[in-house]
């Protein structure tokens, strides 16, 4: 069974910057899709960023130039970097993935991904 395991959240002014990291266990990690995901109260999850096996990636408009995600094959490891951050970007972060690529190009559905993280709280203060 899949685990994933996000880490690295907590509060931070406008214009900091927080690591997230999602350690993931119990299978081929290479193989695998995977994605970042975020909710802010009262609004519904969202995607924020995606990485495929082969290491490409993509963004949400709203964190494009800010958001940086990558890979760590050896320590199974994913991170997300996230940089000039804004209060809006005030949400729970989650780690999602699946072993297929999200149908349709549709890394930032959340119906995409089959296994995902307990999420880990990112609170940005103006």
């Known amino acids: 069974q899949v685990q994933l395991v996000e880490s690295g959240g907590g509060s931070v002014q406008a214009g900091g910057s927080l690591r997230l990291s999602c350690a993931v266990s119990?299978?081929?990690?290479?193989?695998?899709?995977m994605g970042w995901f975020r909710q802010a109260p009262g609004k519904e999850r969202e995607g924020v960023a995606s990485?495929?096996?082969?290491?490409?990636?993509r963004y949400a408009d709203d964190v494009k130039g800010r958001f940086t995600t990558s890979k760590d094959n050896a320590k199974n490891t994913l991170y997300l970097q996230m940089n000039s951050l804004k209060p809006e970007d005030t949400a729970m972060y989650y780690c999602?993935?699946?072993?297929?690529?999200?149908?349709?190009?549709?890394?930032?559905?959340?119906?995409?991904?089959?296994?995902w993280g307990q999420g880990t709280q990112v609170t940005v203060s103006s």
């Open positions: 999602a993935a699946d072993l297929r690529r999200a149908r349709g190009g549709r890394w930032y559905s959340e119906v995409e991904y089959k296994y």
């Open positions: 119990g299978y081929t990690y290479r193989t695998y899709y």
């Open positions: 990485i495929d096996a082969d290491g490409s990636t």
